[in-house]
């Protein structure tokens, strides 16, 4: 399995406030991604990262950001928090474009009251 | 948008019992993944079919990938409490943009009692 880790793994925040999630991978994997998942809705691409300092949009990317200095390191920030962003988020990573096997992380429940 | 389809939602059967999940689509997938996922926990990757037609076996698993490349089941034998959980399929490709992306079916949750 690849060593993933996002932290937090739960926060309760208000609306409003700016959150920044983090995934860290020990794999060296070159791609990596950010879902949310929602009951009904199933998992939704939201950024993902091609490479150190290269970023795309996904589904459903209004009202997040993301960043990645480092290959091991993938951000996800909400720049200012809405309820609707209450979801659970879960980071992924991938070899390579062959087979498309992702490994996701744990995790992170995100509460905006 | 590619739609992946799952069916049925829920599934709840007795130990013992075979079941069947389906995941169903109108577009072409280069690949389609199967996942299962524990409450708690991220999708853990089964098995990935590439071929139309293919056939894949884990143990109590077998997962099928459609002659067109537009549908996959999963089927197990003897279902055991540890098989419950959330299966997810996961499609690539479909063509269009960022078509190397994965399209994830909304899941079966599973349940299988003792």
């Known amino acids: 399995d690849a060593g993933i880790t996002q932290s937090p793994r739960h926060k309760v925040t208000e609306t409003g406030t700016p959150v920044t999630l983090r995934c860290h991978q020990t794999e060296n994997h070159r791609y990596m991604y950010w879902y949310r998942q929602d009951p009904g809705h199933g998992l939704r691409l939201i950024h993902y990262s091609y490479g150190v300092k290269d970023t795309d949009k996904g589904e459903v990317s209004d009202g997040y950001s993301v960043s990645r200095s480092k290959t091991e390191d993938f951000l996800l920030t909400l720049e200012s928090a809405t309820s609707s962003q209450t979801s659970v988020y879960f980071c992924?990573?991938?070899?390579?474009?062959?087979?498309?096997?992702?490994?996701f992380g744990p995790g992170t429940r995100l509460t905006v009251t | 948008t590619q739609l992946l389809e799952q069916s049925p939602q829920f599934l709840s059967i007795q130990e013992g019992e075979n079941l069947t999940v389906y995941c169903n689509s109108s577009s072409v997938f280069s690949s389609l993944q199967w996942y299962r996922q524990e409450p708690g926990e991220g999708p853990v990757l089964l098995v990935t079919v590439v071929t139309g037609g293919e056939v894949k076996k884990l143990k109590r698993l077998t997962f099928q990938f459609g002659d067109a490349r537009k549908d996959s089941s999963l089927h197990i034998t003897a279902a055991q409490p540890g098989d419950t959980g959330l299966y997810l399929c996961?499609?690539?490709?479909?063509?269009?943009?960022?078509?190397?992306?994965?399209?994830f079916g909304k899941g079966t949750k599973l349940s299988v009692i003792p």
């Open positions: 996961a499609g690539e490709g479909g063509g269009g943009a960022g078509s190397y992306q994965l399209t």
């Open positions: 992924a990573t991938e070899v390579d474009r062959v087979g498309n096997e992702q490994y």
